[in-house]
Each structure stands twice: as C-alpha cells, then as structure tokens.
C-alpha cells in the first residue's frame, strides 16, 4: 500500500481541515492512521484501511487523554477512493 497515494487520495486540503497530523503507516495491516482535531483532553484518531475488495474502511476515534477511554467511535465500510476525501472529513465534523 503506497500510504503517499492515500494521503493524496485523501487531499491535502482535507487533511489540513481536520488537523491531521502524526502520520503512522502500517504496510502489515494495510493502514495509515493520523492523529485530528484539537479539542482540549480529546485524542482524536482516523484510521484509513484498505481491504482486499479494494474499498477502504474509515474509522474515528475519539478518547480521554486523562484515561483513554473512549468517548466516540465510528466506523464507515466500503468507501471509494474517490469518496476517502468527503468522508474523513464528514467523520471528523464533530462539534
């Protein structure tokens, strides 16, 4: 998996829009995931993974830095590269 051609996939102007940030790829799991947001005690986390129908699987995450627990979390299936853009940032508009 070529984690630069996600990232462009994703489009840079996305990206910059949901704060992504701390890029981790792993070629393993077929997967990129990148820290978002900017809430105060919140960690927030997009995983993009690529599954072997060639779709990829979104998923966000958000937890409690003071105890990791998890205060949101959603996952959206069978997204086309073409889409990867539109629904990173869907997931991601959180008030």
Same mark, same amino acid.
């Given at each position: 998996?070529? %984690?630069? *051609?996600?990232? =462009?996939?994703?489009?840079?102007?996305?990206?910059?829009?949901?704060?992504?940030?701390? %890029?981790?790829?792993?070629?393993?799991?077929?997967? *990129? $995931?990148?820290?978002?947001?900017? #809430?105060?005690? *919140?960690?927030? =986390?997009?995983?993009?993974?690529?599954?072997?129908?060639d779709?990829?699987?979104?998923?966000?995450?958000? $937890?409690? #830095? #003071?105890?990791?627990s998890?205060?949101a979390?959603?996952?959206?299936d %069978?997204?086309?590269?073409?889409a990867?853009?539109?629904?990173?940032? =869907?997931l991601?508009?959180?008030?």
């Amino acid at each position: 998996m070529d %984690f630069e *051609l996600v990232q =462009k996939q994703i489009g840079m102007m996305n990206l910059m829009a949901v704060g992504a940030r701390t %890029f981790v790829s792993d070629s393993e799991a077929r997967s *990129l $995931m990148f820290q978002v947001g900017s #809430k105060r005690g *919140l960690l927030e =986390k997009v995983i993009v993974t690529l599954e072997p129908s060639d779709l990829y699987s979104v998923r966000y995450v958000a $937890m409690r #830095k #003071k105890d990791y627990s998890v205060t949101a979390e959603e996952t959206v299936d %069978f997204v086309h590269a073409e889409a990867l853009g539109s629904t990173v940032r =869907k997931l991601c508009d959180r008030a």
